[in-house]
């Protein structure tokens, strides 16, 4: 999806009259997203985290002295900004190990799929890696340059860059979302999670973003344990190969440590001219 736009024109009607407290609105057995679900490619198609985001809690839910180990995602078209449905399929459960999919629907189209893989909670000695990072007000809120439109993802998070310049990898960063994925819900720290990790390589992109876009059709993350509430840190490399692909990855971490891994395939395209 490239970007036809570069100055804001009126909002979807959806979109310009639901309030900018969270990503969805809930309505009966679906989810209305409002206009801070929207990426950076295309004004009428989502950010990835959101959506990633939304179907992670549906596989939560009714999960019980189980964590979630692998949540992958897969983008089968792109997410409109639009009332979705999520449908949820029991695909194995076992004494240990129980694995669950989640379908994301636009009307009766698929999507978005999620596969999640659940282990049995037992105890584990507690352990944490990694050094100390520096805290997250040690740098200014970093903005994403390449949004063409007032209103989007980029309003919704809060990000940190600790190792300046942006534009290149590795480099680190913490980060956090503003509001909560569904009104008058709290969000999990696995979701939060998703709603961030999807944008590692607009964290450390693999090209200039002015130039090229990157849009990924995957996305898998790892959870050695439960995050903390808060601020999630990021530390990122990314890279286009010379096939029109490229990839992503970060390890993951809160503030006691490092918790997790994500990974993303990359589609490299040059941005139509303007």
């Given at each position: 999806m490239?970007?036809?736009?570069?100055?804001?024109?009126?909002?979807?009607?959806?979109?310009?009259?639901?309030?900018?407290?969270?990503?969805?609105?809930?309505?009966?057995?679906?989810?209305?997203?409002?206009?801070?679900?929207?990426?950076?490619?295309?004004?009428?198609?989502?950010?990835?985290?959101?959506?990633?985001?939304?179907?992670?809690?549906?596989?939560?839910?009714?999960?019980?002295?189980?964590?979630?180990?692998?949540?992958?995602?897969?983008?089968?078209r792109?997410?409109p900004?639009?009332t979705?449905?999520?449908?949820?399929?029991?695909?194995?459960?076992?004494?240990?190990?129980?694995?669950?999919?989640?379908?994301?629907?636009?009307?009766?189209?698929?999507?978005?799929e999620a596969?999640?893989l659940f282990?049995?909670?037992?105890?584990?000695?507690?352990?944490?890696?990694?050094?100390?990072?520096?805290?997250?007000?040690?740098?200014?809120?970093?903005?994403?340059?390449?949004?063409?439109?007032?209103?989007?993802?980029?309003?919704?998070?809060?990000?940190?860059?600790?190792?300046?310049p942006?534009?290149k990898?590795?480099v680190?960063?913490?980060?956090?979302?503003?509001?909560?994925?569904?009104?008058?819900?709290?969000?999990?720290?696995?979701?939060h999670?998703?709603?961030?990790?999807?944008?590692?390589?607009?964290?450390?992109?693999?090209?200039?973003?002015?130039?090229?876009?990157?849009?990924?059709p995957?996305?898998?993350?790892?959870?050695?344990?439960?995050?903390?509430?808060g601020?999630?840190?990021?530390?990122?490399?990314?890279?286009?190969?010379?096939?029109?692909?490229?990839?992503?990855?970060?390890r993951?971490?809160d503030?006691?440590g490092?918790?997790?891994?994500?990974?993303?395939?990359?589609?490299?395209?040059?941005?139509?001219?303007?």
């Amino acid at each position: 999806m490239s970007s036809d736009a570069t100055s804001e024109s009126p909002e979807p009607n959806q979109a310009t009259d639901l309030p900018s407290t969270a990503f969805y609105l809930p309505e009966g057995d679906g989810f209305v997203s409002t206009v801070l679900t929207r990426g950076p490619w295309d004004r009428d198609f989502q950010h990835g985290g959101p959506p990633s985001a939304l179907l992670t809690t549906v596989l939560l839910d009714g999960v019980e002295r189980m964590s979630l180990a692998r949540v992958t995602l897969e983008f089968l078209r792109p997410v409109p900004i639009a009332t979705l449905r999520v449908k949820v399929e029991e695909v194995t459960e076992g004494r240990t190990v129980r694995r669950r999919k989640a379908t994301l629907l636009a009307g009766d189209r698929p999507v978005l799929e999620a596969r999640a893989l659940f282990i049995r909670d037992l105890p584990n000695p507690a352990e944490t890696f990694g050094d100390p990072w520096p805290a997250p007000d040690s740098q200014s809120p970093f903005t994403f340059p390449f949004f063409p439109w007032k209103r989007g993802y980029h309003q919704a998070v809060d990000v940190r860059v600790l190792d300046p310049p942006w534009g290149k990898t590795p480099v680190r960063c913490w980060a956090r979302a503003r509001v909560p994925l569904i009104h008058g819900r709290p969000t999990r720290p696995e979701a939060h999670t998703l709603i961030l990790a999807d944008a590692e390589s607009g964290m450390g992109p693999p090209v200039d973003p002015m130039q090229w876009t990157y849009l990924n059709p995957d996305l898998t993350v790892y959870f050695g344990r439960l995050p903390a509430a808060g601020w999630l840190g990021l530390d990122i490399r990314s890279f286009a190969g010379d096939l029109g692909g490229g990839l992503s990855e970060a390890r993951l971490r809160d503030e006691r440590g490092v918790f997790g891994r994500s990974a993303q395939s990359l589609v490299v395209q040059q941005r139509d001219p303007e």
